[in-house]
């Protein structure tokens, strides 16, 4: 399969602060990218998604941004709060085709 | 939207058996594809469930390890064959329509003891 990484694989915020979450990727030929918020015991949820012929695009506190040069995703999420504290993936896509997960960050929201 | 459900939601199985996995979506969907997911780690693809066809399997799985069967375009199933301890893991399907998001069920998790 194809390989998507992530920088941190623990990110700890204060309760209101910015977060920002990254992800590296491998494969320049995909298209297709999603934000995925999974909690225990739970299947992974859809946050965000963007595609290859943009490089910003902004939800409901969430942002994703794309760097396509350096093959990069970053997921930014506003004024975090206790509910976002879970573990986020983004996943790849090319030609339509199948998912490929990263390794995953866990987000520990502090009060 | 796609809502999906999976049963069971749990099992305990002894090794050398065998367990099949149901995943139903509400709706139509063109893709369907089942994961795995080790505790504390990230998912990884099984294979790419077609309709009326053979699935595509990734590489380190096997039809005859994990067969699966996809009649329609709303359910799809996964057997865990003989299983040994080492497939203990969760099992998520997912669905959507072809280049767009894919919605997860949640999961099957598995102990074979």
């Known amino acids: 399969g194809e390989s998507v990484g992530l920088h941190l694989p623990t990110l700890s915020v204060q309760e209101g602060d910015n977060s920002i979450i990254n992800c590296a990727y491998s494969?320049?030929?995909?298209?297709?990218f999603i934000w995925y918020k999974q909690e225990s015991g739970k299947g992974p949820q859809f946050i965000i998604d963007?595609?290859?012929?943009?490089d910003k695009r902004q939800g409901q506190r969430v942002t994703v941004l794309l760097n396509k040069t350096v093959k990069h995703l970053s997921l930014q999420i506003a004024a975090t709060q206790p509910g976002d504290s879970a573990v986020y993936f983004c996943?790849?896509?090319?030609?339509?085709?199948?998912?490929?997960f990263g390794s995953g960050t866990k987000l520990n929201v502090k009060p | 939207s796609a809502v999906i459900s999976q049963k069971p939601s749990r099992d305990i199985c002894q090794r050398g058996t065998s367990l099949t996995i149901q995943c139903q979506v509400d709706?139509?969907?063109?893709?369907m594809f089942w994961y795995r997911q080790q505790p504390g780690q990230s998912l990884t693809l099984i294979a790419t469930?077609?309709?009326?066809?053979?699935?595509?399997?990734e590489s380190g799985f096997v039809i005859d390890k994990f067969p699966i069967s996809r009649p329609n375009l709303t359910f799809s199933t996964l057997t865990v064959s003989n299983m040994s301890p080492e497939d203990s893991s969760i099992y998520l399907c997912?669905?959507?329509?072809?280049?767009?998001?894919?919605?997860f069920g949640p999961g099957t998790r598995l102990t074979v003891l």
């Open positions: 996943a790849e896509n090319m030609n339509f085709n199948k998912f490929y």
């Open positions: 494969n320049s030929a995909s298209d297709y």
């Open positions: 963007i595609r290859s012929n943009m």
């Open positions: 709706s139509q969907v063109t893709m």
């Open positions: 469930a077609n309709q009326g066809s053979e699935a595509t399997y």
């Open positions: 997912s669905g959507g329509a072809r280049g767009n998001e894919q919605f």
